[in-house]
């Protein structure tokens, strides 16, 4: 008995939590307003609130939805990645449009900004103050309405994460709304929603699953339930990339199975997405487009998964052109710094505790000036 006591007390584990439902297949989105109809039944007099990539502006696709005119469509602007000042904008919008009433559900149609987007609005509509204050982790207090995922791109694991990310430009800081409540409770995967994604696109997004698998699996702070989904992730994102056609319909199918199970074994990533969250910061690049040019400077941390990466590059044709950190004024280079050193618990994953003995200013700065 006091052995298994003395256990108890030492080990500190955490109670997981996943998506509730999901769904996969070709036209699977023609499924939703059955997946709405117990929703709606149980909230009659409520709306439901649609978060669209603008993208899909008066798009055929969106009337497959099945959206309701008493519904809220919002259209989410996604030439930029969700700020906390975006992500106050659009809470404000649909608190105007409830005017005191309940969302019967929230639903997400689009990509990784479109979906953290959703998910950190829902998480306003139920808990008081501002998108800054839940920057974090286990920060909100109280459950979201009920929310579906219709990711239109796969890679980042958003469908099925537990995060929300958002840039804090007060703070100079890119970090997630993480919460159990962001969670999504019901995820539609359809393959065919991704058919006229742009090729670069494609890739830059769908090759964020392969950063962050390889990422939690190199680092100090495993989970064997995580490295199952990471593995299985890393094996398919080679498979889909190292193909002749990454875009075919198999491989559309795989990369959303890829990004769901990636996006479970995202917990801690490394060096990739520190690097990458500062040039989304400080030079407005996105997310998956900041995580290649990061890799594309680390081969001496992560030799293998550079090596594979270059190879996938090399066979989908995808040109990630040079320069972007030249000629910045010396402002903007610290600022790189200080917005990639923040990230402490990615890289004391990698590095340890000493990270920034090893990352020292100037070598961070020169990983930046080599890209």
Request: aromatic letters at 10%; glycine letters at 6%; charged letters at 25%.
């Amino acid at each position: 008995y006091d052995d298994e006591r003395k256990i108890r007390e030492v080990a500190m584990y955490r109670n997981a939590k996943n998506v509730g439902y999901y769904m996969i297949g070709p036209d699977s989105t023609d499924q939703l307003f059955d997946l709405m109809r117990p929703v709606r039944e149980a909230n009659p007099d409520s709306p439901a609130i649609w978060f669209i990539d603008h993208f899909f502006t008066n798009h055929a696709l969106v009337e497959r939805l099945n959206i309701l005119e008493w519904d809220m469509r919002v259209f989410v602007d996604t030439s930029e990645e969700p700020t906390c000042e975006s992500v106050d904008k659009y809470t404000e919008q649909v608190k105007h449009f409830l005017n005191g009433r309940k969302a019967c559900a929230l639903l997400a149609f689009g990509g990784g900004s479109t979906m953290d987007t959703c998910k950190c609005v829902g998480n306003l509509l139920t808990n008081p103050g501002k998108a800054a204050d839940y920057q974090g982790w286990d920060l909100v207090k109280n459950p979201a309405p009920y929310k579906i995922a219709v990711p239109t791109l796969s890679g980042t694991g958003s469908e099925s994460s537990r995060t929300g990310i958002m840039t804090n430009h007060e703070k100079m800081l890119k970090l997630g709304m993480n919460s159990d409540f962001s969670l999504f409770d019901q995820v539609v995967l359809d393959p065919r929603l991704a058919e006229t994604v742009p090729r670069n696109q494609y890739f830059y997004t769908g090759i964020d699953t392969f950063m962050h698998c390889f990422e939690s699996l190199t680092g100090n702070y495993r989970n064997k339930v995580v490295d199952t989904f990471a593995e299985k992730s890393l094996e398919l994102s080679e498979k889909i990339f190292l193909s002749d056609d990454m875009m075919s319909p198999d491989n559309r199918e795989l990369l959303m199975i890829a990004s769901y199970n990636g996006g479970q074994a995202a917990g801690f990533v490394g060096i990739v997405h520190p690097l990458s969250a500062g040039l989304s910061v400080v030079l407005g690049i996105h997310h998956g487009m900041a995580n290649c040019y990061a890799l594309s400077v680390l081969e001496e941390f992560y030799p293998k998964p550079y090596e594979v990466f270059m190879k996938m590059m090399e066979k989908q044709k995808i040109d990630l052109p040079k320069g972007i950190c030249k000629n910045l004024t010396d402002k903007q280079y610290d600022a790189l710094y200080e917005a990639s050193i923040v990230h402490e618990k990615p890289l004391m994953n990698r590095l340890g505790e000493d990270y920034k003995k090893i990352l020292t200013k100037e070598k961070v700065i020169d990983l930046f000036k080599k890209m």
